[in-house]
């Protein structure tokens, strides 16, 4: 039994390491942003659009169709969660969203067994007057 313990505790800190490489992909792009591991494998990529950052996440979402995915937003974490068909498993997938993001702007598709999310940052905005009275 105590073996049963040692073997969770090394999976847990290498779980632990893994999060940990995987926040520190999205330092340049949105600081603050991580990605938590769900059952998927995925990719993550990040460009410039219109002189903007753009993140975009795929993820592997075998025999799954559009309504199998629920993808919702709430306080700055995107989650992804589904059920796959074939074998009733489970998984979802947590984002942290940087204050940088523009919310509205989120987009999800899916196609082939890939679910790709495209977060893109928000335009800046200009200094607002504040009236004086």
Same mark, same amino acid.
């Given at each position: ?43 993550? %990529?990040?460009?410039?659009? =219109? /002189?903007?950052?753009?993140? &975009?996440?795929?993820?592997?979402? !075998?025999?799954?169709? $559009? ?39 989120? %987009?999800?598709?899916?196609? =082939? /067994?890939?679910?790709?999310? &495209?977060?893109?940052?928000?335009? !800046?905005?200009?200094? $607002? ?5």
């Amino acid at each position: 039994m105590e073996d049963l313990f040692v073997h969770v505790r090394r999976i847990s800190s290498a779980i632990d390491k893994a999060m940990d490489r995987v926040e520190s992909i999205f330092d340049d792009a949105f600081e603050g942003t991580s990605v938590g591991l769900g059952l998927s494998t995925h990719k993550v %990529t990040k460009e410039k659009k =219109d /002189g903007l950052p753009v993140v &975009t996440v795929e993820l592997e979402v !075998p025999g799954c169709k $559009k309504a199998d995915l629920d993808v919702s937003v709430s306080s700055r974490t995107l989650q992804v969660d589904w059920t796959r068909k074939l074998d009733g498993n489970k998984s979802s997938v947590k984002i942290a969203i940087s204050e940088k993001a523009d919310l509205d702007a989120i %987009t999800a598709k899916v196609e =082939d /067994g890939y679910m790709t999310i &495209t977060i893109p940052a928000a335009q !800046p905005q200009p200094a $607002k007057k504040v009236r004086i009275d």
